[in-house]
């Protein structure tokens, strides 16, 4: 599993809508199909991407193959985005303690 990867398996509608049904809870794969209209083999190369990206796992479990999501991975995603959105910019409180803190300088007369 490769963040790059994780970012690109984000950038597809359709497997966003996958993570979001998985969301819900485990599902098989019959189950997940019936979401979206397209393809069987569309959705089967959707989930493969997203297990490729750490996003998702699976398990055969008889005839079936129940697919779940992998909260972890989301998680770091999330983290070093919040982490991108804050570069440039103090936090709140360093730019308050910084008002605060500074001296008021007299005016020339």
Known sequence: ?????????LGDPTRRGILRLLREGEMPAGGLAAHFEISWPSVSRHLKV???????????????????????????????????ARIGRPSRSARVGTRAGRRREPRPA
């Open 50 to 84: 997203l297990e490729a990206a750490g996003l998702v796992s699976s398990e055969r479990r008889g005839g079936n193959i129940i697919y779940s999501l992998q909260t972890s991975v989301l998680e770091d995603i999330a983290a070093e985005v919040a982490d991108m």
């Open 1 to 9: 599993m490769s963040v790059a990867n994780a970012y690109r398996a």
